[in-house]
């Protein structure tokens, strides 16, 4: 029988005899305080268009080329059955731990805790990595090191990731405001100095060695949607704020939507005007984008759009900082851990943000900065693909017992689109390098002995995935 939960409330004197189950007034929960508008706006922020188009894709560039576009928009495709997924689960289970919240609810414990390990790679892995990106888009105006900008980005984060999260949001409605700017001049001067044809899309073309020009194999556009998958993965952050949002069984699955449809539009129009606009094969694998910019219009507008994309990376780091407190809180507050780091993890501040949990993200991300992560970003897309694959089984197991009958919002052609998403996501993980796949599963190896000799055995006092009762509100 699968080992899934269904918390209940404890009463005082079972409380009182288990110092590991919650009190009797239940465990801490937060504050309901933002709608559809600013979780799309933190949500978006997450998903950071601008830095991603500048970080993440100039990589992609340099491997597939002319094929880069039709990879993300593949990509983008494959994120609509997964934001189906989310959207479900994150009306069902509206909890700050999301991902595995919704599995270890639906298909497990055991499950839960693996999309927990994955969520937490991915989470402490990204934020140092883009936030060392600042200073090369910061380099017009002063040349900073780059393991010293971003850790100031991440210190910088952290300091806004303790405050209210209302505000948060206005502040990173600002900050995307500029980077989606920087976006539309891309794609503007992109699309009005076009080189070649709309064909060239398709055409599968990257520059060789010598000069010459190579084919992009299909298995080579395959190998690389672990990365397109990752370059829109942020709007599942809405899921990690459902339980901050008011009436999340409606605004959830907005949230969820609007987001991947306004993100995969801001990334993948600039994409396809860069491939369009690059001089040539050479230039478009080069992926100097802020290069190829002040060569279509004048310096003062490539360090416009620099200083965009410096403020979309802190912007950035301030929602993941955000987000992954949400995940050690939650993780915290379901008695993951020993009990003394409990509760330490599970303090709220004045602002009723998890103040501990926001230091324990943001200050160990400064470190890293510091640290080579080169390859951890193979090992960033294997766990996005493996999160999803879990996430896609839970949403197959979403309308058992009473869980089919929970007001929740509902995916269209169940189950054919989780059997589907299982069975590519699973095609693609075959397809990573073996040394990604090797870290990761050693990773989640170690993770399964911390559950099989301190989780199982305590399952009764650990592990306990907190769903809150107040959804509120209809459909």
Known sequence: MTDTLR?????????????????????????????????????????????????????????????????????????????????????????????????????????????????????????????????????????????????????????????DLRANAWITGVFLVLEVVAAAVVALLGFAHSERGAGSLVSMEVAGQGGHTDTVTAMLVVSGLAIALFVTQGFSTAVYLSEEMENPRRNVARTVLATLAISAVIILVPVIAITLGASDLAELTGGDISGMVAAWSNSAVGTFVSLCVALAIINAGIVMVIQNSRVLFASARDKAWPEPVNNVLSKLGRFGSPWVATLLVGVPGAVLCFVDLDTLYGITGVSVTGMYLLVAVAALLARRGSHGHAPAWRMPLWPALPVLLIAVLAYVLTQQETSHLLWTGGITAAATLYWAFYLRPRRESRWLVTVPEDTGGPL
């Open 7 to 163: 918390p209940v409330q404890p009463s005082a004197a079972s409380a009182a005899e288990a110092p590991d189950v919650p009190a009797p007034d239940g465990p801490r929960k937060l504050k309901r305080s933002i709608g559809v508008v600013g979780g799309t706006l933190l949500t978006i922020s997450c998903v950071t268009p601008a830095s991603t188009l500048f970080v993440v894709v100039p990589d992609l560039f340099s491997t597939l080329g002319t094929a880069t576009a039709l990879t993300i928009a593949v990509g983008s495709l494959l994120c609509i059955a997964v934001a189906f997924c989310y959207s479900e689960l994150g009306t069902l289970i509206p909890s700050a731990g999301g991902e595995y919240a919704m599995v270890s609810t639906l298909a497990g414990r055991l499950a839960g805790w693996l999309v927990f390990v994955l969520s937490l790679l991915v989470v402490m892995i990204v934020p140092p990595v883009i936030a060392m990106g600042t200073a090369d888009y910061l380099a017009p105006v002063a040349h900073l090191n780059p393991s010293m900008a971003g850790a100031g980005v991440m210190l910088l984060a952290t300091l806004a990731g303790l405050l």
